[in-house]
């Protein structure tokens, strides 16, 4: 059987301290990682990677595929305008994605049951893109901030985007219906704030159809996640089970312990929102999202290190965050929020790998967990702009398969 063997790494797992380890890779696993050298075969091919960086592929844990495409100007284009266009742009995202060494995305949200076909299309081989948790529509009650791009004088009879539902039957109805096209993950329209219409206060379904609608999901083996933008919504999630709260602003001390109690996981993705203030300051729905920003800002070195499993992942293709702009995630929680780059890692490797089900199986590099590594020319802890040269990722791995391959060409023995 022929390995790759990756000799000489600076081996970072976000869990520990870097070291100095050899890897070798069998099939769609990882055999061994040692210190000393590994014995090797004639049909081997064996990589001295000189100190250069091996880290878990990394994951998007708060990920839309199915919603804009990114075109050759690398700007975003389009908003459902067409929903075979929208499929297409996705296959395009899932490619980017992996290609910025994202071997692990969880939706956040998707229209045309877009994210259940590219999950099948990835798994059969059909197209290349990273291990996915597909994710539903965006389900709220009538009128929630989504909604609101489907004005009912439209006529569409059932909206394409989002779906809604009123009263524990109706967002019932609502959640069985996107299990039933694929999603894995559903999307609720918990409160407004974060970049939608209104503040965090503002709860877009009631309490009773939050809790209908994940009991709904959770009946049917389906997991949920949250837009949801203050304190009392997030704490009510964490005590219905919702898997991911996204955004989280608002974010008390009482809601950091609750965290770290039921280890649910925390999406901040801070960068949206930054965006929309930088470019759009002056405007008043802009300018009003900077108090929860700073506030979140203050406040997320203190979940960091008491221990809540935070995710990387935003809403990349939307307004001026392309697909591919990935690294600036790690730019903003270092250098303006104050996260240690080992944090970061961790967020987007361990973190994201649980998050997804299966973290016995990648988000970590150890022997017998699958081979979802990437490698990169340089050291991110030391220099967390080497994410931004997608020319200094010099390989990415899913399950044994080099999906990018700029290594040396390495030894046969
Ligand atoms: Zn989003």
């Known amino acids: 059987m022929a390995r790759i063997v990756l000799n000489n790494a600076n081996l970072l797992d976000g869990d520990r301290p870097a070291r100095q380890a050899n890897i070798v890779v069998a099939d769609d696993r990882i055999e061994t990682v040692s210190e000393a050298p590994a014995e090797v075969g004639p049909d081997d091919r064996v990589v001295d990677l000189g100190g250069r960086t091996v880290m878990p592929g990394m994951i998007q844990g708060h990920f839309h595929a199915g919603y804009w495409g990114t075109g050759a100007s690398g700007r975003p284009v389009g908003l459902e305008v067409h929903p075979s266009l929208q499929a297409v742009r996705a296959t395009a995202n899932v490619?980017?994605?992996?290609?910025?060494?994202?071997?692990?995305?969880?939706?956040?949200?998707?229209?045309?049951?877009?994210?259940?076909?590219?999950k099948a299309a990835i798994e059969e081989g059909t197209i290349v893109g990273p291990r996915l948790i597909a994710g539903s529509r965006d389900v709220g009650s009538t009128g929630f901030s989504a909604d609101h791009s489907y004005p009912s004088y439209m006529q569409l009879g059932t909206t394409p985007g989002v779906s809604t539902g009123d009263g524990p039957d109706g967002i019932r109805r609502a959640v069985r219906e996107e299990i039933k096209d694929g999603a894995e993950i559903v999307k609720l329209f918990v409160t407004g704030g974060h970049a939608t219409i209104g503040s965090g206060e503002r709860w877009e379904i009631s309490r009773e159809e939050f809790a209908a609608a994940v009991q709904a999901a959770n009946e049917r083996g389906a997991w949920t996640r949250g837009?949801?933008?203050?304190?009392?919504?997030?704490?009510?999630?964490?005590?219905?089970?919702?898997?991911?709260v996204d955004h989280g602003d608002g974010l008390n001390g009482e809601c950091i312990d609750r965290l770290v109690e039921t280890g649910t996981f925390l999406a901040p993705s801070m960068l949206?929102?930054?965006?929309?203030?930088?470019?759009?300051?002056?405007?008043?729905?802009?300018?009003?999202?900077?108090?929860?920003?700073?506030?979140?800002?203050?406040?997320?070195?203190?979940?960091?290190?008491?221990?809540?499993?935070?995710?990387?992942?935003?809403?990349?293709?939307?307004?001026?965050?392309?697909?591919?702009?990935?690294?600036?995630?790690?730019?903003l929680y270092v250098n303006e929020v104050g996260i240690p780059a080992l944090d970061v890692i961790r967020w987007a490797t361990k973190h994201g790998a649980e998050a997804m089900g299966i973290g016995d199986e990648t988000g970590t590099i150890e022997p017998g967990k699958l081979a979802?590594?990437?490698?990169?020319?340089?050291?991110?802890?030391?220099?967390?702009?080497?994410?931004?040269?997608?020319?200094?990722?010099?390989?990415v791995m899913k399950g044994g398969a080099l999906i990018k391959d700029t290594l040396p060409e390495g030894e046969k023995r």
């Open 95 to 118: 490619r980017t994605a992996i290609e910025c060494g994202y071997t692990g995305a969880i939706s956040a949200g998707s229209p045309h049951a877009i994210d259940a076909a590219l």
């Open 372 to 395: 979802d590594l990437i490698v990169l020319d340089g050291d991110p802890v030391a220099d967390v702009a080497l994410f931004r040269d997608r020319a200094k990722l010099l390989a």
């Open 272 to 331: 949206f929102p930054k965006w929309v203030m930088q470019a759009m300051a002056g405007n008043s729905w802009a300018d009003a999202m900077k108090p929860d920003w700073d506030a979140m800002a203050e406040i997320l070195p203190k979940a960091n290190a008491a221990g809540v499993r935070l995710l990387v992942g935003d809403d990349f293709g939307a307004f001026g965050l392309g697909h591919g702009d990935y690294w600036q995630e790690f730019e």
């Open 227 to 244: 837009h949801i933008a203050s304190a009392e919504a997030t704490l009510l999630a964490i005590e219905l089970g919702v898997r991911i």
